[in-house]
């Protein structure tokens, strides 16, 4: 696995102690999401479809670092929109650091080379990189040419400064399992720690819906990219537990466990997690974790949770399962996810076959002036007051070609 010992010792001390405790529900990862806006316009984003005036909103320092002290997870992931756009981030990550919580800074990269000397090189501090394949694969997925190169060149210039490295790789439907298996290659060679993988959710809000993959297809594809694992020195290094992996391929039959990776953003603590945004918000963590009505999500639970397989919703359920079963979690660890056999069997569904998803949100809500979707991405690539399409470095999103 692609993590560091002192990573694994911290959060693993982490989780005993709150078992010890007796907690059934703790958070392990906090999405914190500082703003929608980013300076791409991707085909399978639902993250930016907010009117301008959203759009142009920046969570403060002083929000940002009570939400991270308020959860008390030991990982915090910072993604958006693009946070690098932000012109306090730097101020925000020193603060988490100084925690010594374990930031992962999610970017597209293309600001990554302007205001890399903004960020000191810590073990408590990771550039993740989005990468959707190679060269061709990930220009398309990202809607503008030249995005991978600029990539690539700012994952290099931060590993040369001493810096963490991560890729992060979303699969969405019509993946070649050779081609991802060579971006693997590809990833490998360029020095990163190491993979964070997940099949694609389907925003509603999303420019493109033929995009994403059913959960019987994405398994499928884990497999077969599987297959082409090398071992040595070459070998895939992942971010996840070996058991989420080993789920990709269709091995675990696992329920989601969304409290695991709680989200605060512009609105508040989003219910019931980062990838559902209309089910409302929360007014403190406190009343996120004993309020919302768990059961109403997860996989047979909730339609729209079905085919869902992200890292977000299963990787807390993962790692749950290795401490209750480490010598299940070292044979997958040593032999990698088994990639042919019978499937783990579906979980069953347990909503009536005419009953609605749709209920009525919690009472701590966002207005629905606040929410309404703008022109799709007509936004998204502006930098609103605070800069300029030169400090975006995309054009507007309304000109960013479509995949074909």
């Known amino acids: 696995m692609g993590i560091p010992l002192l990573q694994k010792y911290r959060v693993a ?12 529900r703790y958070p392990l990862v906090l999405m914190l999401e500082p703003l929608f806006q980013c300076n791409l316009a991707c085909s399978g984003c639902g993250k930016i479809d907010y009117p301008k005036e959203i759009l142009q909103k920046r969570m403060s320092v002083e929000d940002a670092l009570g939400a991270v002290d308020e959860c008390g997870a030991p990982i915090v992931s910072i993604p958006g929109g693009e946070p690098l756009i932000h012109k306090e981030m730097p101020q925000i990550v020193a603060a988490i ?25 810590s073990p408590y501090l990771t550039f993740s990189v989005h990468l959707d394949g190679n060269r061709e694969r990930h220009d398309l997925s990202v809607c503008q040419e030249g995005v991978y190169d600029k990539a690539v060149a700012a994952i290099q210039l931060a ?28 990833s490998m060679g360029l020095g990163v720690e190491g993979i964070t993988v997940s099949p694609g959710y389907s925003y509603s809000h999303a420019p493109r819906q033929d995009v994403f993959l059913e959960r019987s297809a994405s398994k499928r594809l884990f497999r077969e990219i599987f297959k082409r694992r090398k071992s040595g020195k070459a070998r895939w290094r992942f971010n996840h537990s070996s058991l989420f992996l080993d789920f990709l391929a269709g091995n675990q039959r696992y329920q989601c466990t969304p409290w695991s990776n709680p989200t605060y953003n512009l609105f508040g603590w989003q219910r ?10 929360a007014p403190s963590f406190r009343s996120l974790m004993e309020e919302t009505e768990w059961e109403r999500y997860g996989v047979g639970h909730n339609p729209r949770c079905n085919n869902c397989m992200a890292h977000c919703g299963f990787e807390g359920t993962a790692v749950d399962d290795a401490f209750s079963r480490p010598l299940k979690a070292l044979a997958v660890s040593l032999r990698g996810p088994r990639t042919r056999g019978p499937m783990a069997p579906e979980l069953p569904v347990i909503y009536g076959a ?19 979707p703008s022109r799709r991405h007509r936004h998204a690539a502006e930098d609103g007051p605070a800069g300029s399409p030169g400090e975006t470095g995309a054009a507007p999103a309304e000109t960013a070609p479509r995949p074909q």
């Open 13 to 24: 001390s982490y989780i005993a102690g709150r078992k010890l405790r007796g907690q059934k």
């Open 354 to 372: 005419g009953e609605s998803a749709q209920r009525s949100p919690p009472a701590v809500s966002v207005p629905m002036s606040a929410i309404q």
């Open 272 to 281: 019931p997690c980062y990838l559902l945004s209309d089910e409302g918000y």
């Open 97 to 121: 650091v100084a925690r010594k919580k374990f930031v992962y800074l999610c970017t597209n990269a293309i600001l990554l080379t302007k205001h890399i000397d903004d960020y000191q090189p």
């Open 159 to 186: 590993l040369s400064r001493g810096f963490r490295v991560t890729v992060n790789c979303t699969l969405f439907n019509g993946e070649n399992p050779a081609e991802v298996a060579e971006f693997f290659d590809t």
